[in-house]
């Protein structure tokens, strides 16, 4: 079989270094791997439309800020389709199918779902489309016979959702549509890196990020203001790791190597930890080093960025031929689904024989 990767992230802001260690940096490894076949990443306009109906203008500006991060994060045309979602109209029709094998309270479990809602005060009026998004996001998995998800961890709930429609589509109708498997970060920090406010989850909709396009100052200025532990208020005090932000990202981003190279004092992130929870650390010092290791790997990428930034109309091409690619492959899965649903009339000559018979007796 195949081996195919479908992801992809919502155009409602630029990408943040959340995105990058729970998503992004994985992607390009895989990418670069050439273990798969194909490789799909999307930009997903029409699920940000679902709670944003009333600010299409923000998703459009959008488009273009996510394709600007992908290709400088060092996701490769030609390796990669990159695409967006609304060109890709068999998506939808997918959705509307699947819309059937899927029920109200199930949909109403989906804890990803319910803490949006929350987050977004849509208790009372939540919009049709953004609380059946899980399926639509089915659709789009399925739609390009994805095996390998690479997404963080809040996508949990989504994926164990595109499985149960897997498995009811095809028992109901035939083997059809490939069950994908999940590829989550495999360091505990990366799966929900929190906000630079400690907030339990860094998120374009709760300002709390750092973006890949920052400038050099811009990352300082969000580093040196970090939420750290608040009882740790003499450089003498002993400080806690539990919920100090700071070391979660060193947890995220630093490399042995950057204390070689900017933190001769200690050999690793073990030593730091420890003299931190000693006292006699203070969170200058550290927040002085997560800059640096965030500079290290932030410029590579800004300046990538810089370079796709002189020539935007090459990047809109980069997304239409992407989208073209993933139409066709939609189609493909969009005609088979259809066939096996027994909706393919016109290519269906046994029902057309089994009607003619039945009118000419
Ligand atoms: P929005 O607030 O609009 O939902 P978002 O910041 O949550 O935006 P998404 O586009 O929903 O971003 O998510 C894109 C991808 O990035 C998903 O795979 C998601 O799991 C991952 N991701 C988002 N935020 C984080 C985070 N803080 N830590 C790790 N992974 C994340
Ligand atoms: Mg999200």
């Not at 088979?336 to 016109?346: D, G, L, Q």
């Amino acid at each position: 079989m195949s081996k195919i990767i479908l992801t992809g992230d919502r155009p409602t802001g630029r990408l943040h270094v959340g995105h990058y260690v729970g998503s992004l940096r994985r992607r390009v490894e895989l990418q670069n791997s050439g273990e798969f076949d194909k490789i799909f990443i999307m930009i997903a306009d029409a699920q940000a439309l679902t709670d944003n109906a009333d600010n299409p203008e923000k998703i459009r500006q959008n488009v273009i800020e996510v394709a600007l991060d992908y290709l400088s994060v060092g996701l490769d045309p030609a390796k990669s389709n990159l695409f967006i979602q609304s060109q890709i109209s068999e998506l939808t029709e997918l959705t509307f199918f699947y819309m059937n094998l899927v029920t109200v309270s199930r949909l109403q479990r989906n804890p990803t779902v319910k803490a949006e809602i929350q987050m977004r005060n849509f208790e009372a009026s939540i919009p049709v489309g953004f609380f059946t998004y899980p399926i639509s996001q089915a659709s789009d998995i399925t739609a390009f016979k994805a095996t390998t998800v690479p997404v963080g961890e809040d996508q949990l709930p989504m994926l164990e959702q595109t499985k149960e429609i897997v498995r009811k589509f095809n028992s109901v109708y035939g083997e059809t549509l490939v069950e994908p498997e999940i590829l989550l970060p495999d360091n505990e920090a990366c799966l929900r890196l929190p906000g630079t406010d400690g907030k339990a989850k860094m998120s374009k909709s709760l300002g709390n990020c750092i973006y890949l396009s920052d400038t050099e100052e811009d990352v300082r200025a969000k580093v040196m203001s970090m939420y750290t532990d608040p009882d740790h208020i003499k450089i003498t005090d002993p400080g806690k790791l539990e919920g100090n932000t700071v070391f979660t990202y060193l947890d995220a981003f630093s490399k042995p190597e950057h204390f070689a190279e900017f933190l001769l004092e200690y050999n690793n992130l073990d030593e730091l930890k420890e003299h931190y929870q000693r006292g006699g650390l203070g969170d200058v010092k550290v927040k002085k080093f997560l800059n640096n290791v965030l500079q290290d790997e932030l410029a590579p990428i800004r300046a990538r960025r810089a370079e796709f930034e002189k020539d935007i109309p090459e990047v809109y091409n980069i997304l239409k031929k992407g989208s073209d690619v993933a139409r066709e492959a939609a189609a493909e899965t969009l005609a088979e689904v259809k066939r096996a649903m027994k909706i393919n009339y016109f290519e269906d000559r046994a029902l057309i024989e089994e009607q003619s018979k039945k009118y000419s007796r």
